[in-house]
């Protein structure tokens, strides 16, 4: 439950800061507009001569004005062109798979220690045959490494056999607590590129209805529908491309502490096999 709330809490963190960007660049781009008027103005009644030479420059101010208008204006402005359907739901896709791939980013840098620096002090602690020290070392220790090797320490008495046991079996349930929600991740890359591709078609359909309907075939008919469709294609790839990145990234931290359980495992068997043969 907690975890959902953290998801929630991150997308609508993304949702505000998208909104309140868009709405201050809507207030800059206004009160912009309002000084070029004010100085157009001023000038006009001043300086009349300058009238004469802005007017000679009216060849070059569409070039100026391309300009000015960033990235984010450009990208703003097709996605309102692409339609609020299909749009906001790769925008859907985007603000979710975000939110988990930073949640998951979140869990697995904190899931991350020095494994070097436990095993040292779980050997010094059962160098000296106190078990109890080791056990508060993992328990004080957060990461999946130090939760295996609690459960291995847990059952030292047992024998070498049983602590394989142990640290074998809840290896995969720490596997898995690393793994969650990264099915959900995948399918919202999947998704996203789909619904740019639905788009895609729909927009066809509705470029081959309105050739229907007229009864000819003029680029201006035919442009609507396919820059519709055009449009939900680039998003949903673009959507996509974004998603796959963090994926992979994600990907490279959960196999980087596979290896570090793996090696620890092997590790603390030593360490017991050590132990166990101490305490004949």
């Known amino acids: 439950m907690k975890r959902v709330l953290a998801i929630l809490a991150i997308s609508g963190v993304i949702i505000f800061g998208i909104t309140s960007i868009i709405s201050a660049q809507e207030d800059s781009e206004i009160q ?20 004469s030479q802005f007017l000679e420059q009216t060849e070059n101010s569409d070039d100026e004005e391309e300009e000015k208008v960033g990235v984010h204006q450009i990208l703003k402005i097709k996605f309102i062109e692409g339609g609020a359907g299909f749009m906001g739901c790769i925008a859907l896709c985007l603000i979710f798979g975000l939110s988990l791939c930073i949640e998951r980013i979140i869990y697995l840098s904190l899931a991350s220690i020095n494994t070097k620096k436990l095993l040292a002090e779980i050997e010094n602690a059962l160098d000296k045959n106190d078990v109890e020290r080791a056990k508060e070392v993992c328990r004080n220790t957060r990461g999946p490494v130090a939760s295996i090797i609690y459960q291995g320490l847990s059952r030292l008495g047992e024998g070498v056999d049983v602590v394989e046991k142990s640290v074998i079996s809840y290896g995969s349930v720490q596997m898995g607590l690393l793994e969650k929600n990264i099915t959900w991740i995948s399918l919202f890359i999947a998704i996203a590129p789909m619904l740019g591709f639905l788009g ?10 309105n050739i229907q309907q007229a009864g000819d075939i003029s680029p201006t008919i035919v442009a609507g529908g396919i820059k519709v469709a055009l449009l939900t294609t680039v998003f949903g790839l673009i959507v996509a491309m974004i998603l796959q990145l963090f994926f992979n990234f994600i990907l490279t931290k959960i196999e980087t502490l596979t290896s570090e359980m793996e090696d620890s495992s092997i590790s603390l068997l030593d360490i017991v096999v050590k132990y166990q043969y101490r305490n004949k």
């Open 32 to 51: 912009e507009t309002v000084l070029e008027d004010t100085d157009e103005i001023t000038d006009d009644e001043t300086e009349p001569s300058f009238v």
């Open 200 to 209: 895609t078609v729909i927009g066809m359909v509705i470029a081959f209805d």
